[in-house]
């Protein structure tokens, strides 16, 4: 891990939304040490500044690579890189889902949005041992159909389940409409042995953890990934502080039993 | 019956009330594009999803019908069946083909009218589904995926 942005070469460029751009990287001398999924990245964009990044794919499946959305000076500015462009990385930083206690249990993905984005390389990682998990789901929610990102890829992942909502559908949309939690009821899972990767905006991970929860999950076994402000992604500086939490360091992947109660507080 | 609807029926409802309702259903196999039911018709009937997918509209005037929400296996299909005046909210239509049990509303109803135990089971059940599809529109509202949050993929700056 270095405090200092690694230079890495953009070498792959793909739009997966208006919004939404892939960029795979590779570094140009010394490379980051393995990212696991879940784990992020502090992505620098020369001249306006850096931004925390989850991967949305590891070094040993398919090469680094992550999923930004356009929404701010840096993410627009890394969103308008090209092939052969440098940006800078530093980490890998914080948690990661966690997979290997979910061996021999059922496997359930939960994604709204571009949330599916860190879950990713998770997915990847459970359908490549497809001997070692119970049954594999994933379930995405989306605002509109044009939201959606890794299209393709959900419909050839070989999972038990796999169920795409949204919430505006639009003519051309002849799939599930409403929240994904409703998915859940479709989705085959024992809650007594599964174990669920939930990654979102925070009023769908609320949502879905809490369902879930009702269902008969342990919220132990829920795993979230908690969105805060993070500056330094080293502990340091304090900005990404959620109760007695580092989101940086201590997150961003928790469990719910420690989620739950921090995110039900009005000010924190 | 499919492990899905036992499991879903069995959280709602005891044994012997789920298979006295079940006793009296009547197995439907639906083509793609079969109306179950129009806003403001009379409800009565209706079904549990065994296998495909049902879509909720509404009529908007100068519009395309739009879906509001999309019922799969497992799921019931209609409630206005058990309030007064039993006249549908929505409409509905199958989207795929669909197999479902199909169930008389008006049996139904007499039914929880001479039995009281299983009169509340059944009003538990329906206000189960009511309670979820609330809380789904709910979040809805609030524009679940709408969050300005999401940091971790550029939300930050």
Known sequence: MTAVPVPHLVVDRRRDTAETVTLRLEPVGEALAEFAPGQFAMVHCFGRGEIPLSVSSVQGTGGLAHTI?????????????????????????????????????????????????????????????????????VLVGARTPADLISREELEQWATAYTGVTVDWPDTGWHGDVGVVTQLLGRAPFDPDRTWAFVCGPEPMIRATARDLAQRGVP???IRVSLERNMRCATGHCGHCQLGPLLVCRDGPVVGWEQAQPLLSVREL | MTPSITLRLEHAMPVEHRERLL??????????????????????????????????????????????ETLGTGDLVGWSWLFEPYVWQLGAVTTTRVRAYEFDAVAVRLMCDDDAEFGRAVGRWVGRVLSHRLNAARARLVDLYGSPAAFLSGGAG
Not at chain 2, 42 to 58: C, K, Q, S
Request: with cysteine; charged share 25%; proline share 8%.
């Open chain 1, 69 to 137: 959305r356009s929404v701010g000076a840096v993410s627009d500015g890394l969103c308008a890189t090209r092939v052969g462009d440098v940006v800078g990385l530093r980490g890998p930083y914080g948690t990661s889902w966690e997979l290997e206690p979910a061996r021999g249990q059922d496997v359930l993905v939960v994604a709204g949005g571009i949330g599916l984005a860190p879950l990713r390389p998770l997915i990847l990682g459970a359908l490549a041992e497809p001997e070692a998990y119970g049954r594999v789901s």
């Open chain 1, 219 to 221: 919220p132990e076994r």
């Open chain 2, 23 to 68: 006793r009296i259903a009547r197995e439907v196999d639906l083509k793609p594009d079969t109306r179950l039911f129009e806003e403001g018709g009379h409800a009565d009937r209706f079904w549990i999803v065994r296998d495909g997918t049902v879509a909720l509209d509404m009529h908007v005037p100068g519009r395309r019908t739009p879906v509001i």
